[in-house]
């Protein structure tokens, strides 16, 4: 009872936002800040976190363990076991972020330390951030010579590029990973300390394509979700992702009674999924029983002589079984059942009745895209 009444919270707190200017995430940024969107998605999903006094410090530095601890929140392996010796002189196994590097080790983020220093409250540079990212991903082999052609057009620093970032950094400007801060533009600063704006952007970046590409233990890591339900044809599957496209036919279950003689506009109405939908693959994409709101956008009520009644509804609203409430824009027309005869032609007034209980197809307005390990839903 306490899920269902949290839940319709949840659907008409979503349905308020969506007519009311959002709020500042923080108190020392707002939503013209070049990185609010990735702190925000970042923060709503637990990889980053705030200070007491409900400020970020987009500006201050992030340590290297810090950043260890980020990176591994992000790709959703902070549960990971693994047992992974840890080969650093300064970093011993009652150290707070022991076990994180230990991860970041084993999923080939970062080299084993063969007796190195890990400096954990070093700042990490922006050249080791951006390493660090694209060891995450399955990437095209570059030569030497094609990386320095790479980073000599793209930024007007590129002598003071480190011997070893040469590659990652080529690797990061051909999969859109460089993150450079207004007023930095044409620079990589490969040495300057990441700041938590920075970072916020790179992680988000890193993600995305983690998603599609991952590094060969990461895909190993991630295996998809499987499920009987109905099968959707057109859904296009890269990596760990689901894409929905634009147009494609969703069929829900009304909670609500629809009706040309009854429904007004602007009448909200509730729905379900009626079965899991799945790729032709098998893999989960919308789970059943996940809940959808909308609202009455068009009735034409049934005239004797004139016209057959007609309901346009749209959908705004899911809210998935684990809690995740995103925008899903689709519509449907409901027609009364009628036939082409002659009677039918002449007296019309065919009314429209969508009882509770009935099936109702929506056609996507937008695409849908879907982590298929876990049913987040990107929006």
């Known amino acids: 009872m306490f899920k269902k009444m949290f839940k319709g919270l949840l659907i008409m707190c979503a349905l308020f936002m969506l007519n009311c200017p959002a709020n500042a995430f923080y108190t020392d940024m707002d939503e013209s800040h070049w990185c609010y969107q990735s702190i925000k998605f970042l923060t709503e999903i637990g990889v980053l976190v705030g200070y007491p006094d409900g400020t970020y410090k987009p500006d201050i530095p992030v340590s290297r363990a810090e950043f260890a601890s980020m990176v ?16 650093y002189a300064d970093i011993e196994p009652d150290f707070w972020g022991y076990n994180i590097i ?11 330390g063969r007796g190195e220093r890990f400096r954990p409250y070093d700042p990490v540079t922006r050249a080791e951030a951006i390493s660090i990212a694209v060891n995450a991903l399955t990437t095209q082999q570059v030569s030497e010579q094609k990386a320095q052609n790479i980073i000599s057009k793209s930024y007007e620093d590129y002598t003071q590029l480190p011997a070893w970032f040469l590659m990652s950094a080529a690797k990061a400007q051909l999969l859109d990973l460089d993150v450079i801060t207004p007023g930095h533009e044409g620079k990589m600063e490969p040495n300057r300390p990441m700041n938590r704006a920075e970072v916020a952007a790179l992680l988000y970046k890193m993600m ?20 009987d339900g109905m099968i959707l044809d057109n859904v296009r599957v890269q990596g760990s992702i689901g894409i929905i496209p634009a147009g494609a036919i969703i069929p829900i279950r009304l909670e609500s009674v629809v009706g040309s003689q009854i429904s007004n506009v602007a009448d909200i109405y509730n729905a379900k999924i009626p079965n899991n939908i799945v790729t032709k693959e098998g893999y989960l994409l919308v789970q059943e029983g996940s809940d959808l709101k909308g609202q009455i956008k068009f009735v ?38 009628t036939n082409d005869g002659f009677w039918s032609r002449l007296f019309k007034n065919k009314k ?26 990107y929006e």
């Open 72 to 87: 591994i929140k992000s790709l959703g392996q902070e549960n990971t076991q693994v047992s992974q010796p840890i080969d």
């Open 102 to 112: 230990q991860k970041a080790v084993y999923f080939d983020l970062i080299p084993n």
């Open 208 to 227: 995305q394509e983690a998603k599609l590409n991952p590094n060969a233990k990461l895909a190993d890591s991630m295996p998809k979700r499987t499920a």
């Open 300 to 337: 034409q009520p049934a005239k004797s002589f004139k016209q057959n009644g007609q309901v346009i509804i749209k959908n705004e609203l899911l809210v998935t079984p684990n809690d995740q409430a995103v925008m899903l824009y689709g519509v449907a027309t409901l027609d009364p059942k």
């Open 352 to 377: 429209v009745l969508a009882t509770q209980g009935q099936i109702v197809n929506i056609r996507l307005l937008g695409p849908l895209k879907i982590d298929l390990t876990n049913g987040y839903i």
